[in-house]
Each structure stands twice: as structure tokens, then as C-alpha cells.
Nanobody
Framework: QVQLVESGGGAVQPGGSLRLSCAASGRTFSSSTMGWFRQGPGKERRFVASISATGTSTRYADFVKGRFTISRDNAKNTMYLRMNSLKPEDTAVYLC???????????????????WGQGTQISVST
């Protein structure tokens, strides 16, 4: 069984920064593609960013390019999302996800991930 636990969420003013962490346990973290998704109230889960098992390949949704950075530390079984220049529209629950094994065809598709965390709330407002 895989457990993913997000942390680092909270309330921030527009233009502020936060760093989310996703700690993984229960299996070999370093073999999984990892991703961040977000879900606002009454909205569908949206892809934010993904990172390959080795960390050499990353992908971002257009609405976060240039503001968010995804990274991972396989020695610590942890993935990160650095978020800068936050906007009110970034308000959502942010969830981390991991594939069951290896790479996937399209890391932006939530249905291709086998494991999910519970999420952490980000609120951006004045």
C-alpha cells in the first residue's frame, strides 16, 4: 500500500509564495511518475505539473508556467511544488499523485495515476 501525504498549504496574499511537499511511503518512490493536481469547489480536478521518476522530465499546465516549479528528492521520498506569484484563481485543494509503476503516456490525465494524497488547501486572497 502506498501513502501520500501533502503538507505546506495555507493562506497567502496575492503575489505570495508557498512550497508544497508530498511525502511518500510504502513502496519504491523512485520508480513512479509523480504529479500535482488541484480541485476548486465544484470544479473538476485539474492537472498542475508532473515529474518523471528520475526528475529529468517535467511538464506544466499553461496557467502555472513560469510561476510554479516541481521537483523531487528520491533519497527523501518527497516531491515538492514551489509556487510563486500566487493569484486568487490558484485557490484550491492541491493533491499529489503517483503512478503504480514507471512512466505514463500522458501525465496530465488523472485517471492514469494509481495513488493519491488527501490534499492540502491553498487560499489566495487579500
Amino acid at each position: 500500500q502506498v501513502q501520500l501525504v501533502e503538507s505546506g498549504g495555507g493562506a497567502v496574499q496575492p503575489g505570495g509564495s508557498l512550497r508544497l511537499s508530498c511525502a511518500a511511503s510504502g513502496r519504491t518512490f523512485s520508480s513512479s511518475t509523480m504529479g500535482w493536481f488541484r480541485q476548486g469547489p465544484g470544479k473538476e480536478r485539474r492537472f498542475v505539473a508532473s515529474i518523471s521518476a528520475t526528475g529529468t522530465s517535467t511538464r506544466y499546465a499553461d496557467f502555472v508556467k513560469g510561476r510554479f516549479t516541481i521537483s523531487r528528492d528520491n533519497a527523501k521520498n518527497t516531491m515538492y511544488l514551489r509556487m510563486n506569484s500566487l493569484k486568487p484563481e490558484d485557490t484550491a485543494v492541491y493533491l499529489c499523485a503517483a503512478t503504480r509503476a514507471g512512466s505514463i503516456v500522458d501525465p496530465s490525465r488523472p485517471d492514469l495515476y494509481g495513488y493519491w494524497g488527501q490534499g492540502t488547501q491553498i487560499s489566495v486572497s487579500t
